[in-house]
């Protein structure tokens, strides 16, 4: 059942009375609010004001907003100095060019180098959607969360991808905040629990047989998987992951030795995602059966969301299938 | 008329041949790193932290500090050099380049030593950082000014040229880039590898003031940033003509000395070139 701390909506499961709004909207509330809070918050987009949202922020701070044109490099250079000198800069671009182009100048001249900026990277994953391959970013969680220095987080609905915008502009590290496009359900509130770095448990069985991991908005077919599976008596627990790094290994290892099997699900490759990093704190400390539900390996296609999401085996069949089969392969 | 007296522009330059000296020592206890390049910006360096910054080596945080940014980060142990030359740090300190343990990183890290600025060695990246912390210090209405030094190779990558574009649309006239144009990188001479004439005109293009000065004239070198203080509606550049490997004549021109250090027995041999060089590099009519 939905565990009550988490405040979660009351009437999650009604999916059709959900609100629904996408998680760069979050980013773009999230923003002129730090920005409000703090004037050394300064936004930097590179030709994608409206589609990344941060031309609210160019409405309420014009002077505090840098057009970069379609120059990513160069948006994670300037944004380095503008660290360096004394601002929170959040750099904007879709998640395919930025950090999908930019990587080396976001390695040296951000992460290396320690710098408060923070990288949002919009329209992740297969769900931006009829775009295709070219845009939908599948490997940035892979490719920030192997530098040092990078926190890395993948807010789950509009309202936590608010708070996580907020709370970003107030760490004096680097971030990579990842954001989606297409309008997912609100399912969190104002009083959801939410701190970089603390993974909240949003749905808690009694003697859980398997744990779903998982983080973005797909945390919520993940509920609604285990909600499905709760009436065919399989008992749960689900936690949102939403900080990929630094991981919270002892939610993750609190998890796997109470339900003995874990089932991963992200918008991301399998390979080198939040998955990943799962299997690693596991597999060094307490080894259960993991399945992982993500892209395998592929590149994506033009397709609605909800197609893609089915094709690439994310949707609530595929959950379920997956926790099924991980819990067959518990050792009795 | 000159903005620096003779006396000065003498003291300098006797300034750039120490600092030349501990370079080749530096480089020689490294057993590896750049030569060429570094003696080539003996002269720029000294007359940077001899003359133009306005810095304190003893405090050297200090919010309203002109930003010396290198972003051809190969070259740092001239700037090392000078650095220890002008106090930041000692010069036993500047001698453990690229050993373990060092602070004095085979290429420059902000995190390491106050003072160093920028992270730095991809090429390509410093002109932007140098313009995020002119954009920066201008919203804030601050006076220092942000020097940025380049290669001229590393104008062959492409972010380098979003960021001359960045720089130039937003009239960060509180910049002064510099070109070490020596004509050398690692697979031959620039205009054979991947030609990037004419610079002065791209630049022009892209909205700068430009600058052309002999490198190692220091008193014509600190009248071109002079000039640049006063050009108010845009960014300037200074192409600076080098000679890579200056004061070493075995060293002079020769692109294969790019990326090596001396050796024990040359070192020796470089040293007193460099002791007997008096005043052969000069602007000033030394008697």
């Known amino acids: 059942m939905i565990n009550k701390d988490s405040k979660l909506v009351e009437n999650i499961f009604e999916m059709e009375a959900l609100e629904q709004a996408s998680t760069r909207d979050g980013f773009g509330k999230g923003v002129v609010e730090a920005g409000k809070e703090d004037e050394r918050v300064v936004v930097l987009c590179a030709d994608l004001a409206e589609s990344t949202r941060s031309h609210w922020f160019k409405e309420e701070f014009p002077s505090r907003y840098i057009e970069m044109g379609v120059a990513e490099q160069n948006l994670a250079t300037v944004a380095s100095g503008l660290a360096n000198y004394g601002k929170i800069p959040f750099i904007t671009s879709y998640a395919a060019f930025s950090p999908g182009r930019n990587n080396e100048q976001i390695r040296t001249t951000i992460s290396l180098s320690n710098l408060p900026v923070k990288i949002c990277g919009m329209h992740a994953g297969v769900s931006v959607g009829p775009d295709g391959a070219t845009h939908q970013q599948l490997e940035d969680i892979a490719l920030m969360r192997v ?58 069985d009694k003697d859980p047989q398997a744990t779903i991991i998982a983080c973005g908005p797909l945390l919520y077919k993940a509920l609604v998987a285990a909600e499905e599976l709760s009436k065919e008596g ?30 991963t699900v992200e918008e991301h490759q399998v390979h080198g995602g939040m998955g990943s990093r799962v299997a690693e704190v596991l597999a060094q400390e307490y080894p259960v059966p993991i399945e992982f539900i993500g892209v395998h390996d592929q590149f994506g296609q033009s397709g609605t969301p909800e197609e893609l999401i089915e094709h690439y085996g994310m949707g609530v069949s595929s959950i379920k299938d997956a926790v099924k089969k991980v819990i067959g392969r518990k050792i009795a | 008329m ?55 080596p003893e405090d050297p945080m200090w919010g309203d500090r002109d930003r010396l940014i290198l972003s051809n980060g190969h070259i740092v142990p001239i700037r090392y050099a000078a650095m220890a030359h002008a106090g930041y740090f000692s010069i036993e300190e500047a001698m453990t380049l690229r050993k373990f343990g060092s602070r004095m990183q085979g290429h420059p890290e902000l995190d390491r030593i106050p003072g160093i600025e920028t992270t730095s060695g991809p090429l390509g990246s410093g002109l932007g950082q140098a313009a995020g912390v002119a954009y920066g210090a201008r919203m804030d209405g601050k006076k220092f000014r942000v020097y940025c030094l380049m290669s001229d190779a590393e104008h062959q990558a492409g972010n380098l040229w979003e960021s001359a574009m960045f720089a130039g649309v937003n009239k960060l006239s509180n910049i002064t880039g510099v070109i070490d144009r020596n004509n050398i990188q690692i697979n031959g001479m620039t ?97």
């Open chain 1, 147 to 204: 530098q040092p220095n990078m926190t890395v987080i993948y807010p789950c609905d509009v309202e936590e991808a608010r708070k996580a915008t907020v709370a970003a502009a107030k760490t004096d590290t680097p971030i990579y905040l990842r954001f989606a496009r297409s309008n997912t359900p609100m399912f969190t509130t104002k009083d959801t629990p939410f701190e970089i770095g603390k993974a909240e448990l949003v749905w808690k």
């Open chain 1, 234 to 263: 399989i008992r749960l627990l689900v936690l949102n992951n939403h900080t990929i790094k630094p991981m919270d290994s002892s939610a993750v290892l609190r998890c796997a030795r109470e339900s003995g099997a874990v089932v």
């Open chain 2, 2 to 56: 000159s903005n620096i007296d003779e006396a000065k522009v003498c003291e300098l330059e006797a300034k750039a041949n120490e600092i030349r000296q501990t370079l080749i020592r530096m480089l020689t206890e490294a057993g590896s790193g750049h030569t060429a390049g570094p003696l080539g910006m003996a002269d720029i360096f000294t007359a940077f932290y001899f003359h133009i910054l306005n810095h304190k």
């Open chain 2, 191 to 287: 205009e054979d590898v991947m030609p990037l004439e004419p610079l002065r005109e791209k630049y022009e293009a892209f909205g700068w003031h430009v600058i052309d000065v002999d490198g190692h004239n220091i008193e014509a070198f600190c009248d071109a940033v002079e000039e640049s203080k006063a050009i108010y509606e845009k960014p300037t550049l200074i192409i600076a003509h080098t000679i890579p490997g200056k004061g070493i004549e075995g060293i002079e021109f020769d692109y294969t000395w790019h990326g090596k250090s001396p050796k024990e027995g040359e070192a020796d041999k470089f040293l007193k070139e460099l002791r007997t060089l008096g005043g052969k590099i000069t602007c000033n009519d030394h008697d």
